[in-house]
């Protein structure tokens, strides 16, 4: 962006790499242990670990793409679109507590809690996202 400080390029980043990182690790846990994740895709939807590994990949690739500054907008909003493809999974898991089966009963209140908490985070990643998604300056 044009009329960037230095100090917001500063910040930019380091949150680009932060970002990056959340979701190649994110994707490489959708391969590498995908019953958890298969768990919360809603019943409606075919081929949950299908599903599963196809997000998965989709994380990877979109996280190192937000790194090329050629990618960084593409994948930004690749990233923005995938929030939200996978968050009826998340509204799965708030509202029928699905996935929360292998949680201690005395950490379930704060696990049936945390889900409840997921949903608007997504919105926060979808911001986080869209920075980069509609930069201007692709050097950041």
Do not use: C
Not at 118 to 138: E, G, H, K, S
């Amino acid at each position: 962006m044009a009329d960037m400080t230095p100090s917001d390029s500063s910040r930019r980043r380091p949150l680009l790499y932060a970002m990056s990182a959340v979701y190649v690790v994110a994707g490489v846990l959708h391969l590498v242990k995908p019953g958890p994740f298969e768990q919360i895709v809603p019943e409606e939807l075919p081929a949950p670990r299908a599903l599963v590994y196809l997000s998965g990949l989709a994380e990877v690739a979109l996280g190192v793409g937000v790194l090329v500054p050629r990618t960084r907008r593409r994948s930004a909003k690749g990233l923005i679109l995938l929030l939200i493809a996978v968050f009826p999974a998340n509204v799965n898991m708030a509202t029928r507590g699905v996935g929360l089966e292998a949680v201690p009963d005395r950490l379930r209140p704060a696990a049936t809690a945390a889900a409840w908490v997921r949903l608007p985070l997504q919105a926060v990643l979808i911001a986080w996202a869209w920075v980069y998604a509609r930069a201007d300056d692709d050097s950041s």
